[in-house]
């Protein structure tokens, strides 16, 4: 079941980074060619490259959480051995989990707000569109952390 659920959102996570990252790379250059050749430029393709970089982040936190190639600063589990550092690993996990559903909770709490402003990003996009990367990365990166913990304590991690 843990092996499914970490497939499944490694392949979108897959999926959506590809296509962030080749629409941030033709909208980049379409607008250094509308500068370069036509001395125009659209401050809303800049904004939206903006966005798209904390899309990219996110999505590329959740894919290196789920393959455990996030980067750690961790000195106590390095040193620590045996079923102590089992322990150690667990516990980790899951105060980064939770600590990443709050920071989802809170998000969540921006976003609504964002809805009830009706806030526009770009000058058309609505703001809340853009922005709920914060709550569903978060919610994402707090199920990698979960279900890290939950496979090192089945002993199925990958």
């Known amino acids: 079941m843990l092996n499914k659920l970490r497939s499944f959102i490694e ?6 980074a590809v296509i962030l990252m080749l629409s941030l790379a033709v909208l ?33 936190a959740v894919l290196t959480t ?9 000195i106590l589990p390095r040193l620590a051995r045996g079923r102590f550092k089992a322990i150690l690993d667990g516990l980790i996990n899951l105060a980064v989990a939770v600590i990443c559903l709050v920071l ?3 998000a969540l709490q921006f976003v609504l707000l964002e809805i009830r402003m009706k806030a526009v990003i770009a000058g058309f996009c609505p703001a809340w569109i853009i922005e ?6 978060f919610l994402l990166l707090a199920t990698a952390f979960l279900i890290r913990l939950f496979e090192k304590n089945t002993g199925d991690a990958v």
């Open 132 to 137: 709920s990367i914060l709550p569903l990365g």
């Open 66 to 74: 789920l393959r455990g190639k996030h980067i750690a600063i961790d």
């Open 104 to 106: 989802s909770w809170f």
């Open 11 to 16: 392949k979108i996570a897959t999926v959506l």
């Open 28 to 60: 980049s250059f379409v607008q250094v060619m509308l500068r370069n050749l036509f001395s125009l430029g659209f401050n809303a393709v800049e904004e939206l490259m903006r966005n798209g970089v904390l899309w990219i982040a996110f999505v590329g």
